[in-house]
């Protein structure tokens, strides 16, 4: 389930987001406000100014007088100064006449502004309720709806940046009577910058392309598994894929766009087979999570996520330019809450057909064969995550990476207990695009209750691997694959251990210096030396470990230390010195600072976890 849909609770969704988008209105409503009250103000000094001089006007009968008065008061100089023969007439300068253009021009933005976002607000609303209708009304809605939003978050932060550098001289030039050339420098630099960084990220295209781990199948070898292939696709009354990969992934999936693997790139209808899954599963689970994958194409399910993915992604990175501009921050906050009414749209279309799926793949094969599929793949999902766990938590190099092994050791004693886990019906099954609702609710709409009292055999059977052996050299595939990805594995968690590591022994200590050596930075008032534990600078009595450290902070070019040792005490180092290495001597204290700090929280981490396993 995607954060948006645990967010939409009565209040949770609100608080999260809609209050939030309400500050895209924040500033036009307060330079509405302001300007408003700068024209009132202007208009009535203005009016006291001329009925002052049409009482003093001795030439005038009381009747004239009375009737200008009138007029005067009820037609304000910020209406009459937009007649050009009247404006001529009062002889006003062309400063007066800048202030009220200024006025006139900020109100009509704020106003038009907010009309604006009312506008957005509907037509995002109906794209987000005409999106639950079905998947091409959501692909159309989807498209209308960032079409309109990119237009208006760019206008919106324009129109922003705009108000806020008017704002940023006349509040203070009305209320106290100066103005800060820097203030409005700022709001102009930040005005500006915000507009081109917007209008920039409008025609960015994120990298969208798919990275697979895996071997594409040759057309011409696997007859028996393009055969079966070709037999269910028929069944569920679709073309086969245009191509197979194959990989030790822990799930099946089918796309239609391009997937990059193995120094090619796949292009159409292509299916990801699990080859240590169809090892574990029998042939007939395999039918029934194949019947699924194709029931997806069957139902354009793949074409739609195709047309979509591009979409959300470019919605994403425009997202993520906003929010990263301090003028746009309220128009982001706008935008995301209609993104994420789209993700609980996407989220309740994903869930549906998936459902279809499911239904599509029972009525193929069997119920319980696609039941037993579910529950063997959730069960090696789960024994294999354990399995990663445990290896990634160890705290020394490993010489092996023995995944495989374990899997095949352990597998299938795990598959029975985990059938009958009394939270097996809270879990789903992994998938690199779609949401898939609960295993309890999938195997419900099927007619295999998960509460039934043989759904814990389903899986105490090992599968005979019949589409596994259907594969030309599986056996040498699959350890390839996994030859690599557990090189990865060990690489990852190499790289990874000096952050994890306090080290309190040699090898421990070994394992963190490799990454992190001892560096020495000479200075002209003294020398800076650097190792996993502890600084030294030669201008101190004594190293200061960073165990010891509360917090460091700079006082201009210096570094202030603060740290604990019978006391807090202060410490400082001149980096200034350190030129032309200051830059890296600072780095380096950062760095090495941050790797204890991390494997500081590594540690508390891990002993709270321990804790709460032994209460």
């Not at 995607?2 to 967010?7: G, H, K, P, Q, V």
């Not at 924040?26 to 202007?42: D, E, K, N, S, T």
């Not at 932060?157 to 705009?162: H, L």
């Not at 789960?382 to 010489?399: C, P, T, V």
Request: glycine share 6%.
């Amino acid at each position: 389930m995607s954060d948006a849909a645990r967010d939409f609770s009565k209040a949770g969704f609100v608080k999260t987001y809609v209050l939030p988008g309400v500050l895209a209105f924040l500033i036009p409503v307060l330079a509405l406000a302001f300007f408003l009250h700068a024209q009132a103000r202007y208009d009535a000094q203005a009016r006291d100014g001329i009925l002052a001089g049409l009482r003093a006007d001795a030439s005038l009968t009381e009747e004239e007088r009375a009737k200008a008065v009138a007029f005067f008061e009820e037609h304000p100089l910020s209406e009459l100064i937009q007649i050009e023969a009247l404006a001529d007439e009062f002889n006003l300068d062309s400063t007066v006449r800048f202030y009220f253009a200024t006025f006139r021009w900020m109100i009509r933005l704020s106003a038009q502004s907010i009309v604006g976002g009312l506008v957005v607000f509907v037509i995002a609303g109906l794209c987000v309720v005409a999106s639950r209708w079905s998947q091409r009304a959501q692909y159309r809605a989807l498209a209308i709806g960032w079409q309109v939003l990119r237009v208006y978050g760019a206008a919106q932060a324009i129109v922003s940046g705009v108000l806020i550098l008017a704002l940023s001289f006349w509040v203070t030039a009305l209320w106290f009577n100066f103005y800060s050339i820097k203030i409005v420098g700022v709001a102009g630099f930040l005005a500006l910058a915000g507009a081109i960084t917007v209008i920039k990220a409008i025609f960015q295209k994120p990298d969208s392309t798919l990275h697979v781990e895996g071997k594409v199948l040759d057309p011409a070898g696997s007859p028996r598994l393009w055969e079966d292939l070709r037999a269910i696709a028929e069944k569920v009354g679709t073309a086969p894929p245009d191509n197979v990969i194959v990989g030790v992934d822990d799930n099946f999936f089918v796309t239609e766009g391009p997937v990059h693997v193995d120094g090619e790139v796949c292009r159409g209808r292509t299916l990801y087979v699990s080859l240590a899954l169809l090892k574990q599963m029998s042939g007939a689970e395999a039918d029934a999570v194949v019947a699924h994958e194709m029931a997806h194409f069957s139902g354009n399910d793949t074409l739609y996520s195709k047309k979509t993915g591009p979409l959300l992604a470019r919605f994403g990175l425009y997202l993520k330019s906003l929010s990263e501009n301090p003028i746009a921050v309220p128009v982001y906050l706008f935008l995301n809450a209609f993104r994420a009414l789209f993700e609980l749209s996407l989220g309740e279309q994903s869930r549906k057909r998936e459902f279809r799926a499911d239904v599509i793949a029972a009525e193929t094969t069997t119920p319980r064969d696609l039941a037993s599929a579910l529950l063997r793949i959730s069960a090696y999902s789960d024994y294999r995550g354990r399995i990663q766990q445990d290896l990634f938590g160890r705290q020394h190099a490993l010489e092996t990476a023995d995944i495989s092994a374990r899997l095949e050791r352990g597998f299938a004693e795990h598959a029975v207990s985990f059938a009958s886990n009394p939270a097996l019906g809270e879990l789903a099954t992994v998938h690199p695009f779609d949401s898939h609702p609960p295993l309890a609710q999938r195997l419900e709409a099927v007619g295999v209750p998960i509460r039934s009292h043989d759904v814990s055999t389903l899986v105490a059977s090992p599968g005979d691997g019949r589409w596994y052996d259907a594969i030309d050299d599986a056996e040498e595939i699959e350890r390839a694959q996994w030859r690599e990805f557990e090189e990865k594995f060990r690489d990852v968690h190499e790289a990874t251990l000096p952050y994890r590591l306090l080290p309190e022994s040699e090898e421990e200590r070994e394992i963190v210096v490799r990454s992190f050596p001892e560096r020495t930075f000479e200075g002209k008032k003294g020398t800076l030396v650097l190792d996993c534990i502890a600084l030294h600078y030669s201008a101190w009595p004594d190293g200061i470990a960073f165990s010891e450290v509360a917090g460091m902070m700079f006082d201009g070019p210096t570094l202030v230390i603060n740290y604990d040792r019978d006391g807090r005490h202060v410490a400082k180092i001149p980096t200034k010195t350190f030129a032309p290495l200051q830059v890296e001597a600072i780095q380096a204290i950062e760095s090495y600072y941050g790797r204890y700090l991390s494997a500081a929280a590594w540690r508390k981490a891990k002993r709270e976890q321990a804790d709460a396993e032994t209460t």
